[in-house]
């Protein structure tokens, strides 16, 4: 099973001709205003060849809630880094949590305000972490399973299917929750879900139409954290300005 879930989002994340673009990384407006990404992404570039630019759409971002890798923070405010599942941008992330990284980052005086600290509390680092762990799994199983159809964040904005909603939709109606733990029982996903030990097999006369949703309960669990974590996003991820 897991063998097939890693063959699935391999498929799925391979995207052939793109080696060589520029990468784009979304921040806060505070973190833009202070220049430190001006003093970071050129030095990042210069060390491995790749290109990162600031961009408001792009594939990587840096958000002030988890999930994401916690990369630096200002005034009690910890960045999180939000990376797909892809050599460059883990490339990117690994520079940011390197010791030079880190330097790069302290090493950068803003004209307004407090610098930016990458030496973040374990305390804080410990948390995010018993967090992420399922929040990521779950990332990976909702792009995986979900994503072919719902739009389930930046992750595959381009990928979904139009008329079907996103998981921002779904995570801002109040029953949510309920929808998501009886996602297999409601139309259109019986046809084509079958969830281990819960579901009943596809009728003999009736196989999947498409290729078939198999998972397990823990598998939605990890969405459901997944999903849970996404409700700063639909609040409009209020900036903390200073
Ligand atoms: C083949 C396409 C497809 C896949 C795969 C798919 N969905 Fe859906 N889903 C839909 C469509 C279409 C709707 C809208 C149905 C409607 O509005 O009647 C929907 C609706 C939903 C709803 C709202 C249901 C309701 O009635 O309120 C939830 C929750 C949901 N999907 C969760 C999931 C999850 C979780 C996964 C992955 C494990 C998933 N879906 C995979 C097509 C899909």
Redesign the pocket.
Known sequence: MRFVLLCLSLTLSASPSRAQETLGLKAPDEVSASGLLQHILPRFSLKTGIRVIADENGEMSLEVNPPGDPVFSRDDVIYHLRTNDNKRQARFRDWLLSDIGKRTVESYTPPDGTPFTASIEIAAIVEDQSISGDVTLGEEL?MT??G???VIGPQNRMNG?G???SFAV?RAMPDWSE??QA?FA????PA?TQIEDVTPPFAVNLPSP?HP?E?TLDDLEA?LAFVTALEAADLGAPLQFQ
């Open positions: 909702s399973h979900c072919r159809c719902h299917l008329s079907t909603p779904l929808r998501f996602f409601l139309n259109p996903h084509f498409i949703v998972m969405i």
